[in-house]
């Protein structure tokens, strides 16, 4: 038999309807029987509508207040205007259940003020349940003599008709006892009356045999005894194997599933675990066994698993008392690694769908109210401590719950309601524990209520600073105004008040002002004002904050400070953290002419990136070419150079290098290695458009291939850089050139044309002059 159970709760949650949902065949029909329970008396009848359509219509002492609608082939159910609406689609009965069949003889039609439970049967086609049987023929009156109706007796667990009575009777006991927990009774009954044989509701027996035996081993401390488990496990397994259909099978098989999980036999209970999840997923028993093995993760630290079981839970149940103690083990799991988010988006489902949970639980949540305060996170932790103080009526408990209220609220900036509530402790323990300091933390909550006006709170806080010197007032006063200067980020106002926040014990203040203002200097560039800052205040900045003030150090030429915060990190075990450090040591030792202790800080960090994959200190290879170079050390200057060109070929960067190997090259006389750079600079210049090295390394180019006889590419590379901008003086001495080369072509009348344009230069200088010599020689 399948069977679904709705609940619906009204806007009391003292109210709650039942909708049972059972199906079944009769006559190769199949049937539809809908149960409507609830604690309350209600009515239920059969209505016609306008168009004529029959339905049953339930009322209830106050309206229905959520929405739900569901249908299946026999019937339609809904909720309209506050009442719960059946429409079977064709053939059904209403019927009342209101006696108890066992001890009365008659049933009779419910009371006009209602009834606790009504049962609608509806089918597709007509079954003789539904048919009225009509004999015409004449009627006569007969009279009856009083006589006992026919009745159906009690039936036991076979449906068959019970013959001792007594064993109901004995039955309803057990179950009296189980109610007032006295569950050791409740295993010795049950015990005495599964020995008597008598075999009428043995299911009912043992079932509350085992419910006993397992409240007992879960009430009393420590774990369960091997003994008391093997004989739980028995006997669920027993009753398993005697009443496979039994509906009470879903809790049996939790409870067995729970003692394995207790003994620690994890293969077993998720073996039975498996098989409700699969034959019963949406029992509440099976949401129990897995809230259980949930809980026994938790306390063998595996949180990650545990969370998971819950979420679990929490998505699938249909039950709100289920989902919000989920919800409440959610938020402490995730408060106690630290998700503070996610608990408290838990604990406001909670808040918000079933504030009753929280209030019959206010101990419990007041421990996470104090923790979610602790994470700062005041909002929820005041939202469960105004649920909590509402219903808890213990004085002793509301006392530090009073307090802390309103503590949370002050630092909430509800300080209205704080002082409130300061004032309620004061006014209901005249002699409480934390006396003293609601009565301090109220006089400073005063000083901070009397004006709001942040402009007009620091004036109220100068007139007292005049008029309460050497009062205890005054130190609070200056601490509130050194606050709000803070606040108001003028830093160095607050370090003129220096020795005054010193002298009344607010350091702190001035530290964080100190800190505050050397950030503030560091991010305008402000070197000379954030180094004085960090050095007169000892101050401890983040790492960031170290590369920053490092630069400036740096910037203003004071290398032995930048060192000193370097060193520190030279020798960092983070590789990525030296390397950056490294860096910046051997720039320090390239400016200040420290060549040889760059090349070595260049060669440990070439390592590490290299190690580590670092490309942005790729660079350095530049700065230890330069310093080979400066070092005079030519050949490993050369190599170096040989070594970039191959890795970056087209970085503008080496054609600095370049030009210092030419230097060396002109320098030496190395003409063939002048001639490949030179070549190389004046590519890579008309490639990406630039003229640094123009006209200086056409010049060099030009003079080497004079000397080696190549006049006719000489002057190629001459005529090229009269599309060059030059100087007037660069410009005469291009067009000298150009004329001499000509001349050594035996191209006099080009030559002459040369020098004529050196001629119109502007700017008189000695290339103008030769120009004029050279033409003059030519003329005569």
């Keep these: 038999m399948k069977y679904l159970i709705i609940l619906i709760f009204f806007l009391s949650s003292s109210f709650a309807l039942t909708l049972t949902l059972n199906h079944a065949k009769e006559e190769n029909t199949t049937l539809s029987i809908l149960h409507i329970e609830s604690k309350q008396p209600f009515i239920c009848e059969k209505r016609v509508l306008k168009d004529f359509k029959k339905v049953i219509e339930c009322r209830f002492p106050a309206p229905l207040m959520d929405s739900y609608s569901r249908q299946n082939m026999e019937l339609r159910i809904d909720t309209v205007e506050g009442r719960l609406r059946i429409t079977p689609k064709r053939r059904f009965r209403l019927y009342p259940v209101e006696d108890d069949l066992v001890a009365k003889e008659e049933v009779s039609w419910p009371k006009k003020t209602g009834i606790k439970h009504w049962v609608v049967i509806a089918s597709q086609k007509p079954i003789s349940l539904f048919e009225r049987n009509r004999n015409p023929g004449l009627k006569f009156p007969i009279p009856f003599v009083q006589k006992e109706l026919p009745y159906v007796g009690a039936l036991d667990i076979d449906t068959l008709p019970l013959r001792d009575t007594k064993i109901a009777v004995e039955v309803k006991k057990l179950k009296k006892l189980y109610e007032k927990r006295m569950y050791q009774n409740v295993v010795n009954t049950a015990k005495m ?21 397992e409240r007992l081993n879960s009430t009393e401390k420590g774990a369960m005894t091997a003994e008391a488990a093997q004989q739980l496990i028995d006997d669920a397994k027993a009753w398993i194997e005697k009443f496979p259909s039994n509906e009470h099978l879903p809790e049996v098989l939790m409870l067995m599933t729970k003692t394995y999980f207790s003994l620690g036999h994890m293969k077993e209970g998720n073996r039975y675990l498996q098989i409700l999840e699969k034959e019963f997923p949406d029992s509440k028993y099976t949401e129990e066994a897995m809230i259980y093995l949930a809980d026994r993760l938790v306390k063998t630290k595996k949180r990650e ?34 998700y503070v988010k996610k608990a408290a988006s838990y604990i ?52 530090p719950l009073l307090k802390d209220k309103a503590r949370w609220e002050e630092k909430a900036g509800l300080f209205e309601e704080a002082k409130e509530d300061y004032e309620k402790y004061l006014h209901d323990y005249k002699r409480g524990k934390y006396r003293e300091f609601v009565k301090e933390r109220l006089e400073r909550l005063l000083l901070d209520l009397e004006e709001s006006n942040t402009t007009k709170r620091v004036e109220m806080l100068e007139r007292i600073l005049k008029k309460y010197k050497n009062d205890p007032i ?9 606050e709000i200067l803070l606040q108001q980020q003028r830093y160095d106002t607050l370090l003129q008040m220096a020795d005054e926040l010193k002298k009344y014990k607010s350091e702190e203040i001035l530290q964080k002002a100190a800190e505050a203002a050397m950030k503030r200097a560091l991010k305008n560039g402000i070197c000379k004002k954030a180094t004085e ?16 003030l490092f630069a400036c150090y740096r910037r203003m030429l004071q290398y032995q400070k930048a060192l000193k915060l370097a060193e520190k990190y030279t020798h960092s075990e983070n590789l990525k953290e030296r390397a950056y450090w490294l860096y910046q040591e051997a720039k320090i030792a390239f400016e200040t002419g420290a060549y040889k ?13 290299k190690l580590e994959k670092l490309q942005e200190y790729d660079d350095i290879l530049y700065l230890k070419a330069k310093s080979h170079y400066y070092l005079d050390e030519n050949g490993k200057f050369l190599t170096e150079v040989e070594k970039i060109e191959k890795r970056f070929p087209d970085r503008l960067e080496n054609l600095e290098l ?61 005529i090229g850089l009269l599309y060059e901008r030059l100087t007037d003086a660069q410009r005469a001495q291009v067009l000298f050139e150009a004329g001499d080369l000509s001349l050594k072509l035996g191209k006099e009348r080009e030559a002459k ?15 103008v002059k030769l120009c004029a010599q050279s033409l003059k020689m030519l003329e005569e």
């Design 193 to 213: 009356l599964l020995e008597d044989g008598r075999g009428s509701f043995s299911a009912d027996i043992l079932l509350y045999k085992i419910r006993a035996q």
């Design 305 to 338: 698993e545990a969370i998971k079981k819950y979420e679990a839970v929490y998505y699938r149940t249909k039950n709100i008392e289920v989902a919000s103690l989920v919800a409440q083990r959610l938020a402490r799991l995730y408060l106690e690694s630290g």
């Design 348 to 399: 406001g489902k909670i808040i918000k769908a079933n504030p009753d949970y929280i209030q019959k639980r206010g101990r419990e949540f007041y421990k996470i109210a104090s923790r979610f305060a602790k994470e700062k996170q005041y909002k929820i932790a005041l939202e469960l401590a105004n649920l909590i103080f509402e219903k808890e009526t213990d004085r002793i408990f509301r006392e």
């Design 474 to 482: 005054y130190a609070k006063a200056l601490r509130q105004k050194a």
């Design 533 to 548: 800052l960090y050095e007169k205040y000892r101050l401890k900045p983040s790492y960031e904050e170290e590369k920053e």
């Design 597 to 609: 202790k760059a090349v070595q800080i260049a060669e440990d960090l070439e390592k590490i990136a």
């Design 658 to 718: 370049y030009d210092k190997v030419i230097r060396y090259a002109k320098k030496h006389g190395e003409d063939l290695l002048l001639i490949k750079y030179a070549e190389k600079i004046i590519m890579m210049q008309k490639k990406h458009h630039i003229s640094t090295y123009t006209p200086k390394v056409e010049l060099d180019y030009i003079e080497v291939l004079k000397r080696m006889g190549r006049y006719a590419k000489a002057l190629q590379v001459d």
């Design 753 to 767: 044309a040369f020098f004529r344009k050196c001629g119109e230069v502007v700017e008189d200088n000695s290339w």
